[in-house]
């Protein structure tokens, strides 16, 4: 099950309205209309709100967490947080950096990406069609996700097993550190852009069949 987060995709939620929270309450619902344990999977920033959610949701019913070329939090880090961290240098192609190509509303609460910059920083292995469809649904990102802290524990989300799926050639950020900066399972290297769901799905899939099989051992267990 692939959700729209609120403001995102077909989700008509005005970006000025939505919060960290209305995020991780969406996972929430969409986690519970499943039967069983689930695994939850985030792309980029999103691997904040799957942490907060799974803090949150009934002990046991997440099974696994994956992080892909996401940022991975530690309790009260933030997507932006965690760029100072880390700080990367221009892509020695493009000269520019992903928050370098950030483009602020005049009032500073959400924000939209150059969509000259975009090919190279995040789909340069991409299709053009592919490439043509991410441009055409990018849309605005609201600021107040990304500089809302995560409050997570070691009872709850540190103890559900983690994955780390590192975009190895990635020229939107280096995640190289973020990928061991919280324990995980298991950390895999993919050969991709930013965007691998685009570029190589299949050996995408594979890892994520890797992972599932995994989870479901850890659940048998």
């Excluded at 980029?44 to 959610?53: D, K, L, N, V």
């Excluded at 965007?195 to 899939?205: A, G, I, N």
Aim: one cysteine or more; a negative charge.
């Amino acid at each position: 099950m692939a959700i729209d987060l609120p403001g995102h995709g077909q989700d008509s939620t005005p970006i000025a309205t939505v919060t960290f929270e209305d995020y991780v309450n969406k996972i929430i619902d969409a986690t519970n209309s499943v039967q069983g344990p689930v695994i939850l999977l985030g792309h980029s920033s999103g691997g904040t709100p799957i942490a907060q959610a799974a803090e949150w949701l009934t002990s046991g019913k997440v099974a696994s967490l994956v992080f892909l070329d996401a940022f991975m939090p530690r309790n009260g880090e933030t997507v932006f947080s965690i760029v100072e961290k880390y700080p990367n240098k221009p892509d020695e192609n493009t000269g520019a950096t992903l928050a370098e190509s950030v483009i602020l509303s005049p009032d500073k609460k959400s924000s939209t990406l150059d969509l000259d910059k975009v090919q190279e920083l995040l789909y340069h292995d991409c299709s053009e069609a592919d490439v043509a469809f991410a441009k055409a649904n990018l849309g605005a990102q609201p600021m107040i996700t990304q500089l809302t802290p995560v409050s997570v524990s070691e009872e709850n989300y540190g103890a559900i097993p983690k994955f780390y799926i590192l975009c190895t050639e990635a020229k939107d950020f280096n995640k190289t550190q973020i990928s061991t900066s919280v324990a995980c399972k298991k950390v895999y290297n993919l050969q991709s852009s930013h965007s691998p769901f685009f570029s190589m799905p299949d050996k995408l899939l594979q890892k994520l069949n890797d992972i599932y099989e995994q989870s479901m051992v850890i659940v048998a267990d």
